[in-house]
């Protein structure tokens, strides 16, 4: 039920979000338009302006020749004769800055009818003149022909962007704001989603481990305490054995978990000291040897760096390669064939584990060094573990300036390859 709401949640957020990305794309485009409806009644004033002035003066040319004592009466039937192109173009220019429009514009005085210019500059933008929406007809001064004049402004819908570029960066810089700020309000949501599930695989696993020990304990208990049992010596070695193993085994696992713990506060000291890796990884193998075999499999060491000597931490490292066998043990549903190699460098030692075990998805090699990460192996508690292991492995790697690394493929194995550095300047501890 609650993911059911958390998912309408995250869709209704979303709509939501589109739904003001689509407002504010309709408000800039309609602000455009407005803006273009402003520019195109700003030169519809001023061409009609120019117009009256025009008609002014031709009236007043008019009537200086009625009052004049030789009156000419001259017909004029050309555009020419009536409007002279130089005091056209200085009451366009006065116009235009008026009304604190750009000087980039063209204009011409055509005949609608036949489109043929009459004058104005229109060797470049005849037809644009001729579709432009800044027209307005002349015929009170012109009465025969249908002439119309013509403004054309070839940059306008980049003035027009060039004077609402102030409001659009602002628009489009809080919508991105808006937008990141969603992208990482639910990138966390789902990232503390992730992590709460995980927290609750960790505690069933932690519950399962800690189960069965307990169990065992308490079973041994019981034996310890009816008279057959304590009548004899062997069976009483043998519970109290048992009893005994269970309890290093709970130990241990408490033990991983407050290291974790100490990890990630930062709180680990390490004690360097000279070892050598090839004596370690010895030493290790027989520890697992009667394991390994107890299930029929094999585990084989192939030592050949030339230089084994490092400098680190023996307990930590031995938990770390511990922790990459136990997995290739753990991981291998047949019988286990583990192999431990080791090559070097100039460098450095690199240590290579690997099996053939049920290996790793792609998908999830990038994860697997992640804290409290496990790789799904079905809902069976076959395949034992907190999820801390390898978290716990690549922490302490780093501390020794090294790295790990994975190549796995489904169904074929794993190979966990581990650098580590001949010189470092791990601390060496205090003298106590």
């Not at 009483?236 to 241990?252: C, G, H, M, P």
Request: charge should be positive.
């Amino acid at each position: 039920m609650k993911k059911r709401l958390f998912n309408y949640f995250i869709i209704m957020a979303s709509v939501a979000l589109l739904g003001v990305v689509i407002t504010q794309v309709y408000w800039v485009s309609n602000a455009m338009t407005l803006k273009e409806e402003q520019f195109s009644g700003s030169v519809r004033i001023g061409m009609k302006s120019v117009l009256n002035q025009l008609v002014l003066r031709h009236n007043d040319s008019t009537l200086r020749q009625l009052s004049s004592p030789f009156p000419c009466f001259i017909e004029k039937t050309s555009v020419s004769d009536i409007i002279r192109p130089a005091v056209l173009d200085s009451l366009i220019k006065a116009e235009m800055g008026c009304m604190k429009i750009s000087k980039d514009y063209v204009y011409a005085i055509y005949n609608r009818k036949t489109n043929r210019m009459a004058m104005g500059q229109y060797d470049t933008y005849r037809e644009a003149l001729i579709n432009s929406d800044h027209q307005q007809s002349i015929g009170a001064l012109i009465s025969h022909g249908d002439y119309y004049l013509s403004l054309y402004f070839p940059n306008q819908h980049s003035m027009i962007i060039k004077q609402m570029i102030g409001w659009m960066l602002l628009s489009a810089a809080l919508m991105l704001v808006v937008i990141l700020s969603f992208w990482y309000t639910v990138n966390t949501v789902f990232r503390q989603k992730k992590i709460s599930e995980m927290k609750t695989d960790f505690i069933n696993n932690m519950t399962h481990e800690f189960k069965t020990p307990i169990a065992t304990i308490s079973l041994a208990s019981e034996m310890l305490m009816k008279p057959e049992v304590n009548e004899s010596a062997d069976k009483i070695r043998k519970y109290a054995s048992v009893i005994y193993d269970e309890n290093n085994r709970l130990q241990n696992q408490v033990e991983q978990v407050l290291q974790i713990a100490i990890l990630d506060k930062g709180e680990t000291k390490l004690k360097p000291r000279e070892i050598d890796v090839h004596r370690l990884l010895e030493k290790i193998a027989e520890n697992f040897e009667l394991q390994v075999r107890g299930r029929k499999g094999q585990i084989a060491l192939s030592l050949k760096a030339s230089n084994a000597i490092i400098t680190a931490d023996k307990m930590h490292l031995m938990n770390v390669f511990s922790n990459l066998i136990d997995n290739a043990i753990k991981y291998s549903p047949e019988a286990p064939q583990i192999n431990l190699s080791t090559t070097s460098d100039q460098h450095g030692i690199h240590v290579h584990i690997s099996d053939k075990g049920i290996g790793i998805a792609p998908e999830n090699q990038h994860l697997i060094f992640k804290n409290l990460f496990r790789v799904h192996t079905g809902d069976l508690h076959d395949v034992k573990g907190f999820g801390l292991g390898l978290y716990y492995v690549k922490r302490l790697i780093e501390m020794h300036q090294g790295n790990i690394s994975v190549k796995s493929e489904t169904g074929k194995g794993s190979v966990f390859s581990v650098f580590l550095p001949y010189k470092t300047n791990i601390n060496q501890p205090d003298n106590e």
